[in-house]
Nanobody, 120 residues
Framework: QVQLVESGGGLVQTGDSLRLACTAS????????MGWYRQAPGKQRELVAS???????NYGDSVKGRFTISGDAVQNTVYLQMNDLKPEDTAIYFC??????????????WGQGTQVTVSS
């Protein structure tokens, strides 16, 4: 079974930076999108950043200008550079890789999550 492995989370202070990394335990083919999502206690999971196979990024409003997503769809690597972290960024961050599938149009792989905690 394919697993996404995340790393780079931790406990930091306001204004610090972290770099999250995600890799697949087995090669995933036909990747159509990659991204990072996060979920804080009592809140819905939300998009942090995504990247399509053409290299076009999309960011959640709250992280624009602070976070940068990068990666390689063929290599199954996804990174999230997180700068100027704020307490509101505290959440579990999940890596996502979407694969074109049949008969379903898409199948999403998810990491188990890495905790990011930003103290004030």
């Amino acid at each position: 079974q394919v697993q996404l492995v995340e790393s780079g989370g931790g406990l930091v202070q306001t204004g610090d930076s972290l770099r999250l990394a995600c890799t697949a335990s087995e090669h995933i083919t036909n990747v159509i999108g990659m991204g990072w999502y996060r979920q804080a206690p009592g809140k819905q999971r939300e998009l942090v950043a995504s990247l399509n196979v053409r290299g076009v990024p999309n960011y959640g409003d709250s992280v624009k200008g602070r976070f940068t997503i990068s990666g390689d769809a063929v290599q199954n690597t996804v990174y999230l550079q997180m700068n100027d972290l704020k307490p509101e960024d505290t959440a579990i961050y999940f890596c996502n890789i979407g694969r074109r599938s049949r008969p379903e149009p898409r199948f999403d792989y998810w990491g188990q999550g890495t905790q990011v905690t930003v103290s004030s």
